[in-house]
């Protein structure tokens, strides 16, 4: 009997199985005009092209530099070299395309310098989509790392021990051992990122606008600018369509590997001193996370500092004069915004407790792994791929522009990614204490004992789903209109990254306005999470990634 599943599976049929089915029978009604309308708007090769390479890209990269931080902090287990290797999750997609439009402008920027380059590399289709994929592999690093680290350390530690009275080297166990008792976490964390990011609408809208031409346009930037700028729905449904379809794939993948029992393949196993492998792994780690904190670093320093030391040449990367003049005033500006940001990111996290909880811990008792493989698919599928039957719907409920309208469709990414976490928790929970609540005669033993007993985990997994819910681009531009009208009952519900977003859209380069921007956008989810750390990693080791 179905009991404390029923809402979450209402939920996710509403928000995410529905519009996926209406999309497909949106193009069904009108193929053939969608087909003559949208193909002739845009070129569908170049842009599933760019979809593909900017996905691969980032799954490659970040997946390789993601290995050797989880190695180095697998052998130095230290707090704050997670936290400085996990900075770049805590900012917002929107904050961090402002952070690096600044760090490529022309000579000027720190990157640009450093590496010689005395163009902008977003100004050229050749160098355009190279550019905004490098971006997009810095900010998913993190979480290929956290998925890697935890096969990491789910490896038994009787088989380390065995491989040092063995005589291996640390080499010798991380390539030969570890990597593929590690494997299935590897392929995990490359399956999620290529995925992830085929659906990452925020870097290449916010940093090209999909230019130049369409050189940097992908499947869901295209989806967005049928339904918006060419006032074209079945066109946008049928290119969501083709990345639900395209991107299906690695999604069922992610869902199938998590139900495996894992891989077995060694790499050759290179014999390297033991001190020098530390030293080395530790050299190149350190240039990985200068790589990761920099670019917050510098906006920092831009956002603190008079904008006269901006366009210098080389650029000034060290603190010379300070001011906060324009924090203070990017900050008086964001309040509606922030305000927004708050109230829906919390009914967010609410409404992901209240529904994955009950109905993992449900799933988990009754061994439902086809619910399981099912939220896997939702959470790896692009929310673009059926973003246009939530907008009609929201929009014939008249909630667009409100929050309750923005927070509630929202929430399918963070419930889906938490039934998955929260499915692996209850699997292994003790059953002797159900046992003694039966024996006791217990009622409601689930509000009495289960969510109380995971009280940890459920912090966990309120600070994650607030994280993400703050990060949200795209469901906001589709959804709200304006700012809070700070006026009861509450209308405008336009959050902090759209805020962050009207600072590129000015008309000038003021890299003081974007970078305080970009810092009030990301200030209050980098505190909650430094605040909330060890809950935070708590909650993503425990996504399932154990190399079996």
Same mark, same amino acid.
């Given at each position: ?96 395309? =402002?952070?690096? #439009?600044?760090?490529?402008? $022309?000579?000027?920027?720190?990157? &640009?310098? *450093?590496?010689? +380059?005395? @163009? ?82 925020? =870097?290449?809208? #916010?940093?090209?606008?999909? $230019?130049?031409?369409?050189?940097? &346009?992908? *499947?869901?930037? +295209?989806? @967005? ?98 001011? *906060? ?224």
């Amino acid at each position: 009997m179905v009991k404390y599943s029923i809402p979450y599976l209402t939920y996710i049929a509403i928000f995410g199985i529905i519009p996926l089915i209406l999309t497909f029978v949106i193009v069904g009604v009108n193929f053939s005009g969608a087909i003559k309308s949208s193909f002739s708007t845009a070129p569908p090769l170049a842009i599933i092209y760019n979809t593909f390479f900017f996905s691969l890209f980032t799954a490659v990269v970040s997946t390789l530099l993601g290995y050797i931080l989880a190695i180095t902090v697998d052998m130095y287990p230290k707090k704050l070299l997670i936290l400085l290797i996990l900075l770049p999750f805590t900012i917002p997609f929107t904050a961090s395309a =402002l952070i690096w #439009v600044i760090s490529f402008y $022309g000579g000027y920027g720190w990157f &640009t310098y *450093l590496l010689g +380059i005395n @163009y902008d590399p977003l100004y050229f289709s050749k160098s355009a989509l190279f550019a905004v994929s490098l971006v997009s592999a810095w900010s998913s690093v993190p979480l290929a790392f956290l998925l890697i680290l935890a096969s990491l350390r789910s490896i038994p530690k009787e088989i380390k021990e065995s491989s040092q009275i063995d005589g291996l080297t640390l080499s010798q166990y991380y390539f030969k051992i570890a990597f593929p008792y590690s494997l299935k976490g590897i392929l995990l964390a490359f399956l999620i990122t290529f995925v992830l990011s085929m659906g990452n609408f925020d =870097l290449p809208y #916010v940093m090209t606008q999909g $230019g130049p031409g369409f050189s940097t &346009t992908t *499947l869901p930037l +295209i989806v @967005y600018f049928m339904m918006f700028q060419y006032d074209n729905f079945s066109g946008g449904a049928l290119f969501a369509s083709i990345l639900a379809l395209i991107a299906s794939i690695p999604a069922i993948g992610v869902a199938l590997l998590v139900k495996s029992k894992g891989f077995r393949f060694s790499l050759p196993a290179v014999k390297i001193p033991d001190k020098v492998f530390r030293v080395l792994m530790l050299v190149v780690s350190s240039i990985i996370i200068i790589f990761l904190d920099f670019p917050v670093y510098w906006m920092i320093l831009v956002a603190t500092r008079p904008n006269t030391l901006d366009f210098l040449k080389p650029p000034v990367l060290i603190p010379k004069e300070f001011t *906060l003049s324009y924090v203070i005033s990017s900050l008086e500006s964001s309040v509606p915004y922030i305000i927004s940001s708050v109230v829906v990111s919390l009914i967010v996290g609410i409404l992901t407790i209240v529904l994955s909880s009950l109905g993992a811990y449900e799933g988990a008792r009754k061994f439902w792994f086809w619910l399981l493989l099912l939220s896997i698919y939702l959470y790896a599928l692009p929310s673009t791929s059926y973003i246009i039957p939530v907008y009609l719907m929201t929009s014939d409920l008249h909630l667009i522009n409100t929050w309750i309208g923005l927070a509630l469709p929202s929430a399918i990414f963070t419930a889906s990614f938490a039934f998955w976490t929260m499915f692996n928790f209850y699997i292994d929970f003790p059953k002797v204490y159900e046992e003694a609540a039966e024996i006791d005669g217990m009622k409601n033993k689930i509000l009495r004992l289960i969510l109380p007993l995971s009280r940890p985990f459920l912090i966990a997994t309120f600070v994650i789903s607030f994280t993400f819910a703050w990060h949200l681009l795209f469901y906001p531009l589709v959804l709200s209109e304006t700012p809070y009208q700070m006026n009861f009952p509450p209308t405008g519900s336009e959050t902090a990254t759209i805020f962050a977003l009207n600072a590129i859209s000015q008309g000038s380069v003021n890299w003081a306005l974007l970078a305080s921007s970009a810092l009030v956008a990301s200030l209050p989810v980098i505190i909650v999470s430094y605040v909330a750390q060890d809950y935070m990693l708590r909650g993503l080791y425990s996504g399932g990634v154990k190399g079996a």
